[in-house]
């Protein structure tokens, strides 16, 4: 017994020495753990873990972060549960693309009560991460970034979290966005006026609340300079247009590499003894350069030294981060239809073989067939918004205006400022440079002798500095003042850094010119980053910054402006009325000069009603009856849960949204005095002529 009791003595006092061990190794133990930052993610509905836009985010961060010193940690929410909450990412009626199904009378809200514990699940999640993360290592920072759902969960809790631990949010596609400048039948963006500071990337200038609604505030107090959102020009959820499609463009139009480059000089500011031994983030200048080759007879003598100028710059621009695309064409007479050697997705190796492979035939007459090719290219072509957009004709010959298909010169001219614009660069002989002054004057860019500038050619296409404006489009009344800002462009310093990318020259000057009537002539000369224009008649065209350097590099951005005497209507939701017709289904009657009508319960996206009378315009898309019909549209919904808030969302034939329309449906109380019948027509109901649906006796 004796023996027994000093084991178990000698046992106690181990324990004891080891618990005291750990008591004293553990506050270092957990300063060592402890990251400096948290890189968190919230993806879209339906996407899985780790999928493409969580895979974006974090390899664009990643490239910033790698040769720093920091201690850092990606968290994709939802991949562990935080305090019994872990994130879905439900989807919207099945997917995305299944938003685009119309409805028939009857629609099922079933998915849309899993929608709303999605959110809940995952706003909790989040707030519960950073608690206890912050909790376990309070110097700890964050960068967060959500799509589509995972944006709306985001911005619905920001004001709950420790803003001093935030260093900054970006949000994709938030179907709650908020830009109260957008509001109105001519918002004051559309005059490019109070433009939110969060506002990174939203073309569209009637861009107001997004389709679910708004979270507001959008930009919390204390978050200024720590909130950046991205929305695209028709992305249904966040914009004021109908284009389901342009919602999973993301990551195709390099929004996330954009949000990275910010995120990038936050982190340098918020940790600048990390990045001691790293190369400061530079600025990507992108290159969409389309390659358009002579290849008639005549230009068999020096078609290797086109060539090789092609090589150079295609080798260049894709070092760079930029696109190359390359194209042949002759003479529509040869017969010779331009031909697509390679679009914007073509490596390097694909470029050498296709170009390798072009040979030279047909031709005749001296002129050539290059407004139709150009016109051409530039239709086909998916160019990215805010890259340097060029087209480089090689060429030996003059060119007919009109081309032998009808295509002018001010057509070519035309579409070059559509896409903001796209700069044509021409390399020829010396006794053709002046045939092409006029369109290459007309579209900013330049002509080439091959004999004596060659050289000059790749440095001058690549070297420009970037012209930005704020917005894409402008809208508003005569009598009006508009105010345009160019104050993002920026210049190259010709310089190679991290990534491969061009650095930004911060400390070069620039000079800015402006047309604001239209006219291809740039009436003010050197007048600042920022002007204003009172137009007193209606107009419709594009206004140009042209953006010089010192070296005399220049580069030029387009914006269509549209300028009426009176605003347009906007479609609306006249009258609408909602009726529980049992415990789970109700009855909804609205009027409207819709096209097609969203509905939506409980922030999630059942479908839509598609209101169109069935006529097909010239373009093959389905005609509005007149807008001063007002159709009448009858739904019932089934499979509610509860208590109801229902959002019809109207959209005219130009996919253009109205002001949305709420209701609450509150469900009829089990065993209350509700018994009879209640007769419903479905169906669309053309005022003045044949009715079209059925009836149906519902009980109550």
């Known amino acids: 017994m004796q023996k027994i009791t000093r084991k178990l003595g000698l046992i106690v006092v181990t324990l004891a ?58 968290y994709e929410l939802g991949s562990q549960k935080q305090e019994g909450f872990q994130y879905r990412a439900v989807p919207v009626s099945g997917s995305v693309d299944g938003i685009i199904n119309a409805l028939g009378a009857f629609a099922s809200a079933g998915d849309a009560f899993e929608f709303g514990e999605s959110m809940i699940e995952g706003s909790s999640s989040l707030k519960a991460y950073v608690k206890k993360v912050s909790s376990m290592c309070p ?8 799509y589509s759902q995972g944006a709306m969960l985001i911005t619905r809790i920001l004001a709950d979290l420790p ?57 919390p107090s204390g978050f200024s300079g720590k909130l950046g959102t991205w929305c695209n020009d028709r992305d249904f959820l966040c914009s004021s247009k109908w284009d389901v499609g342009n919602h999973s463009e993301y990551i195709a139009d390099g929004h996330y590499a954009s949000a990275a480059k910010v995120i990038a000089k936050k982190l340098r500011a918020a940790f600048p003894s990390k990045f001691t031994n790293s190369p400061a983030p530079v600025t990507r200048t992108t290159h969409d350069v389309a390659i358009l080759i002579d290849s008639t007879f005549s230009m068999d003598p020096m078609i290797e030294r086109y060539k090789n100028e092609a090589r150079k710059l295609a080798r260049q621009t894709l070092a760079g981060g930029g696109r190359v695309a390359l194209y042949e064409y ?3 007479d040869d017969p010779f239809e331009t031909a697509q050697l390679c679009d914007f997705g073509c490596s390097l190796e694909d470029f050498e ?61 035309q579409r070059s400022l559509e896409i903001d614009p796209v700069n044509f660069y021409i390399v020829t002989k010396k006794d053709m440079v002046p045939m092409y002054r006029e369109l290459t004057e007309r579209t900013n860019g330049r002509v080439f002798d091959i004999e004596r500038e060659l050289e000059l050619s790749t440095p001058t296409i690549l070297g420009r500095p970037v012209a930005a404006l704020a917005l894409e489009n402008y809208e508003g009344l005569t009598g009006q003042e508009f105010s345009f800002d160019a104050s993002e462009s920026y210049a190259v310093s010709g310089q190679v850094g991290q990534l491969g990318e061009a650095v930004a020259d911060e400390m070069a000057r620039l000079e800015f010119d402006w047309d604001l009537d239209g006219d291809g002539v740039f009436e003010i000369t050197n007048g600042g980053a920022k002007v204003q224009k009172v137009y007193q008649q209606e107009f419709s065209g594009f206004v140009q910054v042209k953006v010089r350097m010192e070296t005399g590099a220049e580069s030029t951005m387009s914006a269509k402006v549209s300028v009426r005497n009176e605003a347009p209507a906007r479609t609306q939701i006249f009258e609408a009325n909602s009726r529980a017709i049992s415990a789970s289904a109700a009855q909804l009657n609205f009027t409207t000069d819709a096209t097609r009508v969203v509905i939506i319960v409980n922030d999630a996206i059942l479908g839509y009603l598609d209101l169109r009378d069935g006529q097909n315009t010239s373009n093959g898309q389905t005609s509005l009856n007149s807008r001063s019909v007002k159709l009448s549209q009858n739904l019932v919904l089934n499979n509610l849960k509860g208590t109801s808030e229902v959002a019809l969302v109207p959209y005219d034939n130009n996919g253009r949204r109205g002001e949305a329309k709420n209701l609450t449906i509150l469900p009829v109380v089990p065993g209350a ?19 079209s649906g059925w009836s149906l006796a519902v009980g109550f």
């Open 353 to 413: 073989r296709e170009l390798n492979a072009i040979t030279t035939g047909g031709g005749g007459d001296t002129s050539e067939s290059v407004m139709s090719a150009s016109l051409k290219i530039m239709n086909e072509l998916k160019w990215k918004r805010g890259a340097n957009k060029s087209v480089v004709v090689l060429t030996d010959s003059t060119y007919h205006n009109p081309d032998r298909d009808g295509t002018t010169l001010d057509q070519v001219v």
């Open 163 to 219: 803003v001093e631990k935030i260093i900054y949010t970006a949000t994709f596609g938030d179907p709650k966005i908020y830009l109260p400048e957008g509001r109105g039948l001519i918002p004051a963006a559309c005059y490019g006026q109070n433009l939110s500071e969060y506002r990174t990337y939203v073309p569209d200038c009637h861009a107001y609340k997004g389709l679910l609604g708004s979270n507001q505030p959008y930009q």
């Open 139 to 146: 110097q700890t920072k964050f960068i967060i970034g959500g």
């Open 330 to 332: 002759r003479d529509l």
């Open 17 to 74: 020495t080891i618990f005291a061990s750990i008591s004293t190794i553990t506050p270092q133990a957990k300063a060592y753990a402890c990251d400096d930052l948290k890189i968190i993610f919230a993806r879209g509905s339906g996407e899985e873990l780790s999928g493409p836009s969580e895979t974006a985010w974090r390899e664009s961060i990643m490239k910033y972060l790698e040769k720093s010193t920091l201690k850092y940690e990606f």
């Open 673 to 691: 005095p509700n018994t009879g019948t209640l007769n419903i027509s479905l169906g669309v109901n053309l005022p003045g002529s044949l009715t």
